[in-house]
């Protein structure tokens, strides 16, 4: 009879921790997932003020090019060995290879046409507020990027390049975010509202 209760009780020892290991667990998932969104927002606002800072470096006339750290010295390039050295360093490059891809090439083909016949393109901007123009509900960047990518086909529409323009609209005050749970949303800002901004003219 006594081994019946220590067999009992070694399983129930075991059932007990097996549950604390596991709320323990799910606790640290939620705990990670609540960093990585906060990680996300913080890294979407980096991207936003980058780009506000290289229009600001480009319209002061300033490379954006990092500078050398004072006191520390440029590396010297260690001069050909051999002469097998001097002949590859010599040889000319091959010419670029023909793009695989068909789509790529005609996008290509069409964005060389457009500049070629003086017709320039529209900025991101421009068309990122020209389609939240027309909308009347909050869309997301993927959302965004999926639409324009619709409406033109020539142009090679990157969900990274939709973000990083929505965030420089939003510091411009032509977009408005919003945030819902873990996602975030992209507005139009009504023509009243926009602060005025001589830097709104800039292209994208």
Not at 121 to 133: C, F, G, Q, R
Request: hydrophobic share 35%; no cysteine.
């Amino acid at each position: 009879m006594a081994t019946v209760n220590t067999a009992s009780d070694v399983k129930a020892e075991y059932e007990q921790k097996v549950a604390d290991d596991l709320a323990t667990n799910r606790s640290e998932q939620d705990r990670v997932r609540a960093e990585l969104t906060r990680l996300q927002e913080e890294l979407l606002q980096l991207e936003g003020s980058e780009q506000v800072l290289v229009k600001m470096q480009a319209a002061l006339g300033v490379s954006s090019t990092p500078t050398a750290k004072p006191g520390r010295k440029a590396a010297k390039v260690p001069a050909a060995r051999d002469s097998k050295s001097k002949g590859a360093a010599e040889k000319p490059a091959h010419s670029p290879k023909t793009d695989a891809n068909p789509e790529r090439r005609r996008k290509n083909a069409a964005r060389k046409a457009g500049s070629e016949g003086g017709v320039s393109e529209p900025t991101w901007i421009e068309l990122i507020s020209a389609y939240l123009a027309t909308q009347s509900e909050p869309k997301s960047s993927a959302e965004i990027a999926a639409a324009v990518a619709k409406e033109n086909p020539q142009r090679d529409v990157q969900v990274t390049v939709v973000r990083n323009t929505l965030e420089l609209g939003v510091a411009r005050g032509l977009v408005e975010r919003r945030k819902q749970g873990r996602s975030v949303y992209y507005q139009t800002v009504p023509t009243g509202e926009r602060a005025s901004d001589s830097s709104d003219a800039a292209a994208v």
